[in-house]
């Protein structure tokens, strides 16, 4: 009997199995494969083992670009987590109004990247864009924010804070509203204030949706794209080229397809460790209520 339903069980899910090794597992395989050989896109394929993994570290567009992946991710995780975590403190209580703050913060994390990215790389032209032509009604001469090394990304990062925060934020006011209510009133009645509240009580008690926000987005910045493409083609002066950008310009530029494949593992190693190591260290500060 137990067999029958052994059995059965993976009758019911070899469907999803199947389907994910064909499109997962096989892809992956294969690209493992192209990253031990010069793959041109058209022309002779030559078996070269380790040598697209030995060029990476003299590959100076490669450096650049790691760099600018950590950049990008040191600046948006915690901006987004922290933002996040600050609009659900404030829309956590039942208030007039509330439902249409909660939907304008969340429409953007709905709306398409494309879309986003195209309407604020407008927003942010040098002259006829809002952001300036606001800035110049007080006063203040706006700079080329995505033609200049030293703002172009901070934009693509505040674009992108703006763009993933009401996600977070869901989940943040999700986890707050589970907060067992009577321990505020306890600590209404010992005369906590609310930053207190917040730091003693929601704070630990929120814990796993931090972990997880924080893991989910970190992922998500590291593997930026969309908007990178479509506001700054990596520039100016790669000031903004990060990894999967340089990964998609060697493949469909370059068509240097084993180099590509190479640079594409590089950068599932790091974001393996990063998810080993913090799964890892969750137990020290994660907090599980029994």
């Known amino acids: 009997m137990q067999r029958n339903e052994r059995i059965a069980g993976w009758l019911f899910i070899s469907p999803m199995l199947i389907g994910f090794t064909i499109f997962m597992f096989g892809p992956l395989l294969f690209a493992l494969v192209m990253s031990l050989y010069d793959w041109p896109l058209l022309g002779e394929r030559e078996f070269t083992g380790l040598a697209n993994y030995k060029e990476l ?106 763009k993933n925060v009401g996600l977070n934020m869901i989940l943040f006011l999700t986890a707050m509203q589970q907060v067992p209510k009577d321990l505020y009133e306890a600590a209404d009645l010992d005369g906590a204030s609310s930053f207190r509240q917040f730091r003693s009580i929601t704070l630990p008690l929120i814990t796993p949706t931090i972990f997880l926000t924080m893991i989910v987005t970190t992922i998500g910045a590291m593997k930026v794209f969309g908007q990178i493409y479509v506001m700054t083609r990596g520039g100016p002066m790669d000031s903004t080229k990060v990894l999967v950008y340089y990964i998609w310009e060697t493949a469909f530029r370059h068509y240097e397809m084993g180099y590509a494949s190479a640079l594409a593992f590089i950068l599932f190693f790091i974001l393996l460790v990063f998810t080993l190591v913090s799964w890892g260290v969750r137990k020290r500060w994660v907090f599980y209520e029994n």
Not at 118 to 129: C, F, Q, R
Request: charged share 10%; hydrophobic share 60%; aromatic share 14%.
């Open 57 to 162: 570290f003299e590959d100076k567009t490669f450096k650049v670009s790691f760099i600018n992946t950590f950049v990008f991710s040191a600046g948006l995780v915690p901006m987004n987590i922290l933002l996040a975590m600050g609009l659900a403190s404030l829309l956590k209580n039942k208030f007039p109004g509330i439902g249409f703050f909660r939907t304008a913060i969340f429409v953007p994390a709905v709306t398409s990247l494309i879309v986003w990215a195209i309407v604020w790389k407008y927003l942010l032209a040098p002259e006829l864009g809002f952001i300036n032509q606001f800035l110049a009604l007080l006063g203040i001469q706006g700079p080329a924010w995505l033609l200049n090394p030293s703002t172009a990304m901070p934009a693509v990062i505040v674009t992108s804070v703006i």
